[in-house]
């Protein structure tokens, strides 16, 4: 059997540990989130992540603050939305979200889009995220929806290299060449919509494929006596990615957590490595989209 713990967690480029395997409230109702994250923590999850485009972070506050659980032993992820990217704007963004949250400092933070439209701004936003860095303010920063060469592109004109990128990723969609380049410059790869999820979410007419539902996971999953959701996670873990894994339902985040006592082997890995369509589920981050100035984050 597997030891649960050896690879429970990751260290970053900075040396900072964060758990491999965090809970993500990403499109789960404020109503909700609360009561979602509180389960998580007691079930055993210690990472968060969450943004102020979820427009939830108040209610993972709660949920912290509910569950018992140490500040200290939770590893606090979010994200500042493009309406606040600029030098000033993201500092103030920094102070919206800690207030939200309840925390005077986050283990996390990130730039949500590249936003290459108007990329000097998105510049200006992560050297603020520099500074927070530099003060102690934040542990570890880092972007999302990077695509390398909008990833090369700040590196050529910022001094720390982000921490991580997250980035759609599933078996349906491994982006192959965003791994590399997140490789190339020490940068963690975190999966958001890790088992697929938005293959499935936002299938409205039935039509399209869902990875639970894919023969090969099944397989595999058969073959361990696990379900599906949980051989995609192993298979996030044993390849040294982050994953963020999202429910409200109090037995989906249980089983979700239960992947660290069996291993995948190289054919199977290999075998969901096959499953890749190229084809992105979410909105692809080279596009220009209006739509996305449209929401202003709150102060409160």
Do not use: C
Request: no cysteine; charged share 25%; glycine share 8%.
């Amino acid at each position: 059997m597997t030891d649960p713990q050896h690879d429970s967690t990751l260290t970053l480029n900075n040396g900072v540990t964060m758990p491999a395997l965090g809970f993500g409230v990403f499109q789960s109702p404020a109503e909700e989130t609360a009561a979602a994250v509180e389960t998580a923590l007691r079930t055993g999850y210690r990472h968060i992540d969450t943004a102020a485009a979820y427009l939830n972070e108040r209610q993972v506050g709660e949920g912290l603050r509910r569950s018992g659980v140490d500040r200290a032993d939770v590893f606090i992820e979010t994200k500042v939305w493009v309406t606040d990217y600029g030098y000033d704007e993201t500092l103030h963004a920094f102070e919206k979200s800690t207030r939200k949250l309840g925390v005077d400092r986050l283990d996390l933070l990130l730039l949500h889009q590249p936003v290459p439209e108007r990329f000097d701004r998105t510049v200006d936003a992560y050297r603020a995220l520099e500074r927070l860095y530099a003060e102690g303010r934040v542990r570890a920063i880092g972007v999302s929806n990077f695509m390398p060469h909008h990833l090369s592109a700040l590196l050529e004109r910022t001094g720390v290299v982000p921490a991580v990128n997250q980035v759609e990723l599933h078996p349906y969609f491994t982006q192959p060449d965003v791994q590399k380049a997140n490789a190339e410059h020490g940068v963690l790869t975190q999966a958001w919509s890790p088992i697929g999820g938005i293959t499935f979410y936002w299938d409205k007419d039935g039509t399209g494929r869902s990875t639970l539902a894919d023969p090969a996971v099944q397989a595999i999953a058969q073959a361990h006596g696990k379900t599906p959701a949980q051989v995609m996670l192993r298979w996030h873990l044993q390849q040294g990615r982050n994953a963020i894994p999202k429910s409200t339902n109090p037995a989906r985040i249980a089983e979700n957590f239960a992947v660290f006592d069996f291993e995948l082997g190289a054919d199977e890995l290999a075998a969901l490595d096959a499953l890749d369509t190229g084809v992105r589920g979410g909105p692809d981050p080279n596009v220009t989209s209006p739509e996305r100035f449209k929401l202003v984050i709150p102060e409160d």
